[in-house]
């Protein structure tokens, strides 16, 4: 079982610290996109955390199931109103089955990165198919690597400069992993901690997505639809169950 960096600290701090995460303005486009693809079907949500996309889907009248490594991020999605329509199952989203097939299962917040080797990827693409009806869709939201937004021969790029806050990604080529190191001042103390990701390339996710029975149907830059381009900075990818 992979590590549970969303244990109680960061699920108790999780909803207030992204809170630009929970505004309508990503939620809505992001919620009625994949509202559209589970038409009148059921979801599956890997990596459901605190329901931030999970419960207003499930308003919508999509049938939502979801899976988490983290008993205490589900702890607060149960305490919210409406979280009684959706079931999670507490395990790795890279090998967990749930039972029953979806029409659609998502990725999203660029979580598919805590998967930090490519063997972890692959699986939870194979997982999924498995989980998905024929002509069932796989999405997945996730940033474009940055490297080419590092100086030459620089590894380190910061995504977050405050007087109260910084935050560093640490690129390591080599193994194709980035530590976040996050620093946080808070009622005059200071909050540190990172966290390792396994930044993936759009053309490998393609590949992951082939192996595993999908082809690509859409790849765009936002949920609302805007072109992926070389300057996007991150990508909305549907893949289908081709058979
Ligand atoms: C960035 S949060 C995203 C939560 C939610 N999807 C959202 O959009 O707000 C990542 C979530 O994925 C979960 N997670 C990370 N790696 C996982 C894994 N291998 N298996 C299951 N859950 C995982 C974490 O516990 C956390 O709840």
């Not at 600290?9 to 693809?37: I, K, Q």
């Not at 977050?160 to 001042?185: I, K, N």
Request: charged content about 20%; hydrophobic content about 40%; overall charge negative.
């Amino acid at each position: 079982m992979p590590r549970n960096y969303f244990d109680e600290p960061v699920a108790a701090r999780y909803d207030a610290d992204s809170t630009d995460m929970f505004d309508p303005s990503v939620l809505e486009p992001a919620v009625d996109f994949l509202a559209g693809l589970a038409g009148s079907g059921s979801a599956l949500e890997l990596g459901i955390g605190t329901g931030r996309l999970a419960l207003p889907l499930s308003r919508r009248g999509v049938r939502v199931q979801g899976i988490d490594l983290s008993p205490a991020m589900v702890e607060r999605l149960r305490a919210k109103p409406g979280a009684e329509h959706i079931g999670v199952t507490i395990g790795d989203f890279a090998t967990t089955v749930v039972g029953g097939t979806f029409n659609l299962a998502y990725l999203v917040y660029n979580t598919i990165t805590n998967l930090t080797t490519q063997d972890e990827q692959v699986e939870c693409f194979r997982t999924v198919a498995r989980q998905l009806e024929t002509g069932g869709c796989f999405v997945v939201e996730v940033f474009v690597p940055a490297l080419q937004r590092l100086p030459p021969g620089e590894t380190v790029r910061a995504f977050h400069l405050s007087p109260t806050r910084l935050g560093f990604d640490e690129y390591d080529v080599a193994t194709q992993t980035l530590s976040s190191h996050h620093y946080v001042v808070e009622d005059g103390h200071l909050r540190t901690g990172s966290m390792p990701f396994r930044y993936v390339w759009p053309a490998e996710l393609d590949l992951m997505a082939r192996l595993a029975g999908m082809r690509l149907r859409e790849r765009w830059s936002d949920w609302g639809r805007e072109p992926f381009t070389s300057e996007s900075s991150s990508h909305i990818s549907v893949w289908q169950k081709t058979g």
